[in-house]
C-alpha cells in the first residue's frame, strides 16, 4: 500500500499561473482533505470532501478549488496562483468524516509550492 | 487568541531526559483531543489520541485538563529518534468534524 501519494513534490510558479495538486490513496477511504502549513501556523484546512460526490470548504478556501475526481482521487486547483499561496500543501484520508467523532488522518508526503 | 496554542520552542534535552508540552485550547465544548509528529519537511502522522482518563503508550503519556483547557504530552527516556515537531490537534466542537492545529512544538533531542 502506498497510502496517500502527492504530485507534484515541488513546484514553482508564477503569479498569475494556474496549477492542479493531485492527491491519491489507496486505503479506500471515504474522507480526503486538503491543509496548507505555513511557518509558525498549524496546519490549516482548505477543503475536505466527506464522502464521494461531495465537497465543502474549510477555513480557508478562498483561492481554491477541489474535485472529488472518485474514491480515490482529490485533486486541488489554483486557478490564479499569488504569492500568498506559497506553502506546503498536504493531502489527507481518513476512514469516514463524522461531526461528533475523529477518524485518524493519514497524511501525503506534501507539495511544496512557491509562487513568484 | 489562537483556538489551539502551543509553545513552538525548540525544546533541547539530552537523551535519557523526561520532557513535557503542553498544549491550551481556546474552546472549552471541545471534547476529542490528539498529538500528532512531524518530522522535518514530513508529513504529519497520528502519535495518540487524549482520552479524559489519560493515556500512555509505552515512553509517551498524554493528558487532559478540562478545567484549566490544557492538554499534555509527557516524554520519558528520550531518545534521539523523538526529534521531531509535536502537533497538539483539537476536533472543532462546532460540530464540523474539522481537526483544528496547533503550531507544533518542536523537540530536539541531544546526544
Known amino acids: 500500500n502506498a497510502g496517500v501519494t502527492q504530485t507534484p513534490k515541488f513546484q514553482v510558479l508564477k503569479t498569475g499561473q494556474s496549477m492542479t495538486l493531485q492527491c491519491a490513496q489507496d486505503?479506500?477511504?471515504?474522507?480526503m482533505y486538503w491543509y496548507r502549513q505555513d511557518p509558525g501556523m498549524g496546519l490549516r484546512l482548505i477543503y475536505y470532501?466527506?464522502?464521494?460526490?461531495?465537497?465543502d470548504k474549510g477555513e480557508v478556501p478562498n483561492g481554491y478549488n477541489v474535485s472529488r475526481l472518485n474514491k480515490r482521487e482529490f485533486s486541488l486547483r489554483l486557478e490564479s496562483a499569488a504569492p500568498s499561496q506559497t506553502s506546503v500543501y498536504f493531502c489527507?484520508?481518513?476512514?469516514?468524516?463524522?461531526?461528533?467523532?475523529?477518524?485518524?488522518?493519514?497524511f501525503g508526503p506534501g507539495t511544496r509550492l512557491t509562487v513568484t | 487568541r489562537k483556538e489551539v496554542e502551543q509553545d513552538p520552542g525548540p525544546f533541547n534535552v539530552p537523551e535519557g531526559a523526561t520532557v513535557a508540552f503542553n498544549c491550551t485550547y481556546s474552546?472549552?465544548?471541545?471534547?476529542?483531543f490528539f498529538w500528532y509528529r512531524q518530522d522535518c519537511r514530513k508529513e504529519p502522522k497520528l502519535l495518540m489520541s487524549?482520552?479524559?482518563s489519560g493515556n500512555e503508550d509505552g515512553r509517551f503519556t498524554a493528558q487532559l485538563n478540562r478545567a484549566s483547557q490544557y492538554i499534555s504530552l509527557l516524554i520519558r527516556d528520550s531518545k534521539l529518534s523523538d526529534s521531531a515537531t509535536y502537533l497538539c490537534?483539537?476536533?472543532?466542537?462546532?460540530?464540523?468534524?474539522?481537526?483544528?492545529f496547533g503550531q507544533g512544538t518542536t523537540l530536539q533531542v541531544k546526544p
Open positions: 489527507a484520508s481518513s476512514e469516514a468524516w463524522d461531526r461528533t467523532l475523529t477518524y485518524e488522518q493519514y
Open positions: 486505503m479506500n477511504h471515504n474522507s
Open positions: 470532501s466527506a464522502s464521494e460526490g461531495t465537497t
Open positions: 474552546n472549552s465544548a471541545s471534547q476529542s
Open positions: 487524549v482520552y479524559s
Open positions: 490537534v483539537v476536533l472543532d466542537s462546532g460540530n464540523t468534524g474539522k481537526l483544528i
